[in-house]
T-cell receptor, first 118, second 116 residues
Framework: GAVVSQHPSWVICKSGTSVKIECRSLDFQATTMFWYRQFPKQSLMLMATSNEGSKATYEQGVEKDKFLINHASLTLSTLTVTSAHPEDSSFYIC??????????????FGPGTRLTVL | AQTVTQSQPEMSVQEAETVTLSCTYDTSESDYYLFWYKQPPSRQMILVIRQEAYKQQNATENRFSVNFQKAAKSFSLKISDSQLGDAAMYFCAYRINTGTASKLTFGTGTRLQVTL
């Protein structure tokens, strides 16, 4: 299956600072990447979809200026949480779409990044 | 909008026993796919089983099987011969068949405990 890595796996930052989370596809090229946020004991909520060579698509209610998403290459997508606040503390997961042309194909997920904002 | 509901926040099962996790969904689409994902304490999402909506036959994967009732929009997961390693959060998920870029919509999750 597709191998996806995220860095860092855990980050603690002070309120008001910015944090960048990297998502890399290790054995395939991804023109699209889904970014999810998961609060403690809650489900995964899609935040945005990054697209290589074009602007990201954000879900309703997600602040574009706060969560900057960039798809720099076919193997790297990044999420930057700008001016982070304690309420941004969460688990962030990236996931490429299923390979091939079928929505039935398996969608793989990165291992996630735990963000704690003090 | 599509919604996925898991009415059981927590479930418990004894080792070697069978447990069923419930999932219902709401959609006006006829062509879609359903999935069950497992999230163990490591928080890595793992696909457990999937079902194509146009197939009446229920999917099975070793100890895991589903009961898919399309008319009732129900998609329950049965775990047989439960093992300690099955302890995890289980998420039901839905995707419309509009290509690979269509998004997965997840349910609220069910935390499964497996006891000795």
């Amino acid at each position: 299956g597709a191998v996806v890595s995220q860095h860092p796996s855990w980050v603690i930052c002070k309120s008001g600072t910015s944090v960048k989370i990297e998502c890399r596809s290790l054995d395939f090229q991804a023109t699209t990447m889904f970014w999810y946020r998961q609060f403690p004991k809650q489900s995964l909520m899609l935040m945005a979809t990054s697209n290589e060579g074009s602007k990201a698509t954000y879900e309703q209610g997600v602040e574009k200026d706060k969560f900057l998403i960039n798809h720099a290459s076919l193997t790297l997508s990044t999420l930057t949480v700008t001016s982070a606040h304690p309420e941004d503390s969460s688990f962030y997961i990236c996931s490429p779409p299923p390979a091939g042309t079928s929505s039935y194909n398996e969608q793989f997920f990165g291992p996630g990044t735990r963000l704690t904002v003090l | 909008a599509q919604t996925v509901t898991q009415s059981q926040p927590e479930m418990s099962v004894q080792e070697a026993e069978t447990v069923t996790l419930s999932c219902t969904y709401d959609t006006s689409e006829s062509d879609y796919y359903l999935f069950w994902y497992k999230q163990p304490p490591s928080r890595q999402m793992i696909l457990v089983i999937r079902q194509e909506a146009y197939k009446q036959q229920n999917a099975t994967e070793n100890r895991f099987s589903v009961n898919f009732q399309k008319a009732a929009k129900s998609f329950s997961l049965k775990i047989s011969d439960s093992q300690l390693g099955d302890a995890a959060m289980y998420f039901c998920a839905y995707r419309i068949n509009t290509g690979t870029a269509s998004k997965l919509t997840f349910g609220t999750g069910t935390r499964l405990q497996v006891t000795l």
